[in-house]
């Protein structure tokens, strides 16, 4: 099992925004067969304007193959738009969890 973690860094002011774009984006997912994020996290101190979306999955390919689902979407990508203008840049983080 694998924890994926999209860190966002979002643009000044622009937090409640992706917020709220995140929970759409989490039912345009579940429309095309993908789990949701399991926890959406925002920053209290350090790199202000943080989002980090984070889900689970079994392995790089489980991960890999979901992801291309969802992205082959129209719903997804028009969604993708939106939520893309309010971000500055970002990165991916991937973990093994150890149980």
Do not use: C
């Amino acid at each position: 099992m694998i924890v994926i973690r999209n860190v966002f860094q979002l643009k000044f002011g622009k937090t409640r925004e992706a917020v709220a774009l995140w929970k759409e984006g989490a039912e345009i997912m579940r429309k095309a067969g993908a789990p949701g994020p399991d926890r959406v996290l925002t920053d209290l101190v350090g790199q202000f304007y943080t989002l980090i979306v984070e889900n689970k999955s079994g392995s790089l390919t489980e991960f890999e193959s979901t992801i291309k689902t969802v992205q082959k979407s129209a719903e997804w990508q028009a969604w993708y738009q939106k939520f893309s203008a309010l971000v500055k840049g970002g990165h991916r983080e991937v973990f093994n969890i150890v149980e």
